[in-house]
């Protein structure tokens, strides 16, 4: 039986092809990595800028208050001194308690 040289093509372009798919997928993984590495790098979106200082805001918009905080602290720990003009909920700047959930609006802006 004579062998038919198109299926020695057909397997030559199956492995170029497939060769080509490892390549791909390899160059993918990498960029997936280097940009995973670049992005950890930078400066945290939270970050602000105030008088040439960086500040990084430790408070997200809702605040949960821990235990012993008060709003004089929460309001110099995430820089929003309208704690409770922005929180209508809160009747009673001394009944503050572990549990409590407040807006917070930082008075700067990045």
């Known amino acids: 039986m004579a062998s038919d040289p198109r299926k ?3 397997l030559s372009s199956k492995a170029l092809a497939d060769a080509a798919s490892w390549y791909c997928a390899f160059v993918l993984v990498a960029l997936l990595l280097l940009s995973m590495f670049r992005d950890s790098s930078m400066l ?4 602000n800028f105030v008088d040439n200082q960086l ?3 430790p408070c997200e918009e809702i605040y949960v208050v821990g235990e ?3 709003l004089h602290t929460i309001s110099d720990k ?4 309208f704690i409770v003009e922005n929180n209508p909920h809160i009747h009673d700047p001394d009944d503050v308690f572990p549990g409590l959930v407040i807006k917070i609006t930082p008075s700067y802006h990045p």
Do not use: I, N, S, Y
Request: hydrophobic share 30%.
């Open 44 to 47: 945290p979106t939270h970050a």
């Open 8 to 10: 020695g093509l057909v």
């Open 68 to 70: 012993g905080e008060t």
């Open 55 to 57: 500040l990084f805001r």
């Open 78 to 81: 995430c820089g929003d001194p």
